[in-house]
């Protein structure tokens, strides 16, 4: 798409931020799969290989463009002390919003094949969270892990549902089947909230599930902690059982 002409005559001048900042509106248009370096230079009404003077390749490209998400994640408190906890959920929930907004961006964060700096300053930035909390660097460590791709502000689910049927006659059935064979999972799914665009099964609430499964390893990271907690703790409960 040819870029509208500078007022001057001229298209402003092409800087890496500009190169990073349109590639984010087309992935935010087109989605992963629509970004190209091709497509990205016709939308800067220039030839691809002017990019490669601001940008490597396309890998170099999608780390700017994380790097870029990332930014619009607000700065933690320098010393959260004791509010470590509440630091640690809004900084989360801040995350999940900035990828809300950029839907293709999790997929470009799960593609890189190492973090980028700008993945392991938001890496620092929880885990100083924590530390500054006084959680213990084993408790901190393990805490991390448990979060998994929730620091980055999704979640990776196993057996995504597909959408439910509308049909009276099919729900019926389908209910039935349900009752018949899998009970616990019918009473659980009928215990839900309704959200029809979920990405965690149909009848979740994407936002109020994220937010819960957070609420627990907080919580149980904090309990542990005030308990004094050791990595040894574990394995001795593992040798006994």
């Known amino acids: 798409m040819p870029e509208p002409e500078h007022p001057a005559g001229r298209r402003p001048r092409l800087t890496r931020?500009?190169?990073?900042?349109?590639?984010?509106?087309?992935?935010?248009?087109?989605?992963?799969?629509?970004?190209?370096?091709?497509?990205?230079?016709?939308?800067?009404?220039?030839?691809?290989?002017?990019?490669?003077?601001?940008?490597?390749?396309?890998?170099?490209?999608?780390?700017?463009?994380?790097?870029?998400?990332?930014?619009?994640?607000?700065?933690?408190?320098?010393?959260?002390?004791?509010?470590?906890?509440?630091?640690?959920?809004?900084?989360?929930?801040?995350?999940?919003?900035?990828?809300?907004?950029?839907?293709?961006?999790?997929?470009?964060?799960?593609?890189?094949?190492?973090?980028?700096?700008?993945?392991?300053?938001?890496?620092?930035?929880m885990l100083r969270i924590l530390r500054g909390g006084g959680v213990s660097p084993q408790l901190t460590h393990h805490a991390m892990h448990a979060l998994g791709s929730r620091i980055w502000g999704f979640t990776q689910e196993v057996g995504a549902s597909g959408p439910p049927p509308t049909d009276p006659d099919e729900i019926a059935a389908v209910m039935a089947a349900m009752a018949a064979r899998w009970p616990a999972v019918l009473e659980s799914a009928m215990s839900a909230g309704h959200d029809p665009d979920t990405t965690v099964g149909a009848g979740c609430d994407d936002d109020f599930e994220f937010a819960f499964a957070l609420d627990l390893i907080l919580d149980g990271t904090e309990a542990l902690d005030a308990r004094g907690w050791t990595p040894w703790e574990g394995v001795a409960a593992g040798a006994e059982g």
């Open 17 to 125: 931020e500009r190169v990073l900042e349109e590639a984010v509106a087309l992935a935010d248009e087109a989605g992963f799969d629509g970004l190209s370096m091709r497509t990205l230079a016709d939308r800067l009404g220039v030839v691809p290989m002017a990019l490669y003077k601001h940008v490597r390749d396309k890998e170099a490209l999608l780390d700017g463009m994380v790097e870029t998400v990332l930014a619009e994640v607000p700065p933690p408190p320098d010393e959260p002390g004791a509010g470590w906890k509440a630091a640690a959920r809004t900084r989360v929930l801040d995350t999940r919003r900035a990828l809300q907004r950029h839907p293709w961006a999790w997929r470009a964060l799960e593609t890189r094949p190492a973090p980028t700096p700008a993945m392991l300053d938001h890496m620092e930035a």
